[in-house]
C-alpha cells in the first residue's frame, strides 16, 4: 500500500494506534477523495477547532526542541499541578535556547483549597531552579474547568509581542484541553483565524493555529514521562486514579510499624518514629487501607486486585513493586508518587518506605501545604 501523507501536518497515516501520530479510522480512508487526507488530529482542529493530543518518544521531542531553540518565540510549558515533578519535561531549559517562557500550572482545582495560591506561585518558581527554567511568569489555570485562561490570555498577548507561541508539555496535563481552551478564547474574538484549507506543521510532529499574518500559536505533541503511573496501567485504571474534583484530605494516626496501602498501587511503611499524623492526598475514589507492618506482604500477596484495588497490571500480571526508603528530618514533609498523589507529615525523624510499580518516580519535597 502506498503510504499516506496527512495534508495537515505532514504525518504518515496509519489506522492501528488511535495515541500515536497520524492516526485516522480505516473507514474514514475508503472515504475520502483526491489524496485529500486529515489524520484524525488534524480533522477535528479544522472542523471542531479541537485539538487532540498525542505522544512523543523523547528523541522525536527532542527534534521538536530543536526548532523552538532555532525560532524567537514564547515557550509555554504546561505541568500538571498534583504531579509537578513528574510532569516537567526534563532538559527544556537547554533546548529553548533562551527563549522566553511561561509556566502553566493546570488543574490547579484539584488541590486541596487549604492550598495558598500566592505559597503554591512562589513554590513553583523555586523549584524551577532545579530545571534551570526562569519563567517571565507563572499562571495557575484549569483547563477543565476554565479557571485563570482570561488571565493566561493577558499573559500570552503581553509577552508573545507579534512572536509564535509554541506550547509544549507532557502527556496526561492537561494540555489539549488547554490548547482547545485558547484557541476558543482567540476564535471568538476573531472568527476568521483559522481559514487556510490545511494546518501547516512540519513533518510528523506539529500543527500551527494561525493568530494573524505574522504568527502562529504552534502545538506540539505532548512527550511521555516514563515515571509517571499513568504509562503504567489500564485506561480503565487510569480513570480510577485520576481525580475528577478537588481532593478531600484523610488523616491517619499512625504508630510506627504500620502501614497504609493506596489500593493495590502502592504502599507506605511506616518503619520508626513517634506516633505521627500522615495526611493522604490522592483521588477521593481511592481507598487507603491500613494495617500491621508485619502483615502487609501477607495482605499483599493474597488480596491486591481484592481487598487492594485497583492495582498496576502489565500482560495481566502484577508488576514489580520497587522501594524506596526515606529518613525525615524536622519540617513538614511531602512524599510523592508520580501520578498519583502524596502523603504529607511532620518530620520528627521517621524512617519510611514506599514502594510503587518499578519506574515511577517517588520523591521527597517541603510539604505543599
Same mark, same amino acid.
Given at each position: 500500500?502506498?503510504?499516506?501523507?496527512?495534508?495537515?501536518?505532514?504525518?504518515?497515516?496509519?489506522?492501528? *494506534?488511535?495515541?500515536?501520530?497520524?492516526?485516522?479510522?480505516?473507514?474514514?480512508?475508503?472515504?475520502?477523495?483526491?489524496?485529500?487526507?486529515?489524520?484524525?488530529?488534524?480533522?477535528?482542529?479544522?472542523?471542531?477547532?479541537?485539538?487532540?493530543?498525542?505522544?512523543?518518544?523523547?528523541?522525536?521531542?527532542?527534534?521538536?526542541?530543536? =526548532?523552538?531553540?532555532?525560532?524567537?518565540? #514564547?515557550?509555554?510549558?504546561?505541568?500538571?499541578?498534583?504531579?509537578?515533578?513528574?510532569?516537567?519535561?526534563?532538559?527544556?531549559?537547554?533546548?529553548?535556547?533562551?527563549?522566553?517562557?511561561?509556566?502553566?500550572?493546570?488543574?490547579?482545582?484539584?488541590?486541596?483549597?487549604?492550598? *495558598?495560591?500566592?505559597?503554591?506561585?512562589?513554590?513553583?518558581?523555586?523549584?524551577?531552579?532545579?530545571? /534551570?527554567?526562569?519563567?517571565?511568569?507563572?499562571? %495557575?489555570?484549569?483547563?477543565?474547568?476554565?479557571?485563570?485562561?482570561?488571565?493566561?490570555?493577558?499573559? @500570552?498577548?503581553?509577552?508573545?509581542?507579534? =512572536?509564535?507561541?509554541?506550547?509544549?508539555?507532557?502527556?496526561?496535563?492537561?494540555?489539549?484541553?488547554?490548547?482547545?481552551?485558547?484557541?476558543?478564547?482567540?476564535?471568538?474574538?476573531?472568527?476568521?483565524?483559522?481559514?487556510?484549507?490545511?494546518?501547516?506543521? $512540519?513533518? %510528523?510532529?506539529?500543527?500551527?493555529?494561525?493568530?494573524?499574518?505574522?504568527?502562529?500559536?504552534?502545538?506540539?505533541? /505532548? @512527550?511521555?514521562?516514563? !515515571?509517571? #503511573?499513568?504509562?503504567?496501567?489500564?485506561?480503565?485504571?487510569?480513570?480510577?486514579?485520576?481525580?475528577?474534583?478537588?481532593?478531600?484530605?484523610?488523616?491517619?494516626?499512625?504508630?510506627?510499624?504500620?502501614?497504609?496501602?493506596?489500593?493495590?498501587?502502592?504502599?507506605?511503611? &511506616?518503619?520508626?518514629?513517634?506516633?505521627?499524623? &500522615?495526611?493522604?492526598?490522592?483521588?477521593?475514589?481511592?481507598?487507603?487501607?491500613?494495617?500491621?507492618?508485619?502483615?502487609?506482604? !501477607?495482605?499483599?500477596?493474597?488480596?491486591?486486585?481484592?481487598?487492594?484495588?485497583?492495582?498496576?497490571?502489565?500482560?495481566?500480571?502484577?508488576?514489580?513493586?520497587?522501594?524506596?526508603?526515606? !529518613?525525615?528530618?524536622?519540617?513538614?514533609?511531602?512524599?510523592?508518587?508520580?501520578?498519583?498523589?502524596?502523603?504529607?507529615?511532620?518530620? $520528627? /525523624?521517621?524512617?519510611? *518506605?514506599?514502594?510503587?510499580?518499578?519506574?515511577?518516580?517517588?520523591?521527597?519535597?517541603?510539604?505543599?501545604?
Amino acid at each position: 500500500m502506498e503510504e499516506l501523507k496527512c495534508i495537515g501536518c505532514g504525518a504518515t497515516i496509519q489506522t492501528e *494506534n488511535p495515541k500515536e501520530i497520524g492516526y485516522t479510522p480505516a473507514s474514514s480512508i475508503s472515504k475520502m477523495e483526491n489524496e485529500i487526507i486529515y489524520c484524525q488530529r488534524c480533522f477535528k482542529l479544522k472542523h471542531y477547532n479541537e485539538v487532540q493530543d498525542v505522544a512523543l518518544t523523547s528523541d522525536d521531542f527532542l527534534k521538536i526542541l530543536q =526548532r523552538v531553540g532555532e525560532t524567537d518565540a #514564547l515557550v509555554i510549558n504546561i505541568v500538571d499541578i498534583f504531579d509537578f515533578s513528574g510532569s516537567m519535561v526534563a532538559g527544556l531549559s537547554r533546548h529553548i535556547n533562551g527563549n522566553d517562557i511561561l509556566l502553566v500550572g493546570n488543574k490547579v482545582d484539584l488541590l486541596p483549597k487549604s492550598v *495558598n495560591k500566592t505559597k503554591l506561585n512562589h513554590w513553583m518558581r523555586r523549584s524551577l531552579k532545579e530545571y /534551570g527554567l526562569k519563567p517571565l511568569d507563572v499562571a %495557575l489555570v484549569s483547563a477543565g474547568k476554565g479557571f485563570g485562561i482570561d488571565e493566561l490570555m493577558e499573559m @500570552i498577548e503581553k509577552y508573545r509581542k507579534g =512572536r509564535d507561541v509554541y506550547i509544549v508539555g507532557c502527556t496526561n496535563v492537561g494540555k489539549s484541553t488547554l490548547v482547545n481552551r485558547i484557541i476558543k478564547r482567540f476564535t471568538e474574538e476573531r472568527e476568521d483565524i483559522i481559514t487556510t484549507s490545511h494546518f501547516p506543521g $512540519t513533518t %510528523l510532529d506539529i500543527i500551527e493555529i494561525p493568530l494573524d499574518d505574522c504568527s502562529a500559536i504552534v502545538d506540539t505533541p /505532548g @512527550i511521555i514521562n516514563e !515515571h509517571q #503511573l499513568a504509562h503504567y496501567v489500564t485506561p480503565k485504571v487510569l480513570k480510577e486514579i485520576t481525580p475528577k474534583k478537588e481532593i478531600k484530605a484523610g488523616v491517619y494516626q499512625l504508630n510506627a510499624e504500620q502501614t497504609l496501602f493506596v489500593g493495590g498501587l502502592a504502599r507506605m511503611d &511506616f518503619v520508626k518514629g513517634e506516633r505521627t499524623s &500522615f495526611v493522604t492526598h490522592f483521588a477521593n475514589q481511592l481507598h487507603i487501607h491500613r494495617t500491621k507492618l508485619e502483615k502487609a506482604d !501477607h495482605l499483599w500477596a493474597t488480596q491486591a486486585g481484592a481487598v487492594l484495588k485497583p492495582v498496576a497490571m502489565d500482560n495481566d500480571q502484577l508488576m514489580e513493586m520497587e522501594k524506596h526508603t526515606f !529518613h525525615i528530618g524536622h519540617e513538614k514533609t511531602d512524599l510523592v508518587i508520580s501520578g498519583l498523589g502524596w502523603f504529607t507529615l511532620s518530620g $520528627t /525523624g521517621q524512617d519510611i *518506605n514506599i514502594y510503587a510499580p518499578k519506574g515511577v518516580g517517588v520523591m521527597i519535597r517541603p510539604s505543599l501545604i
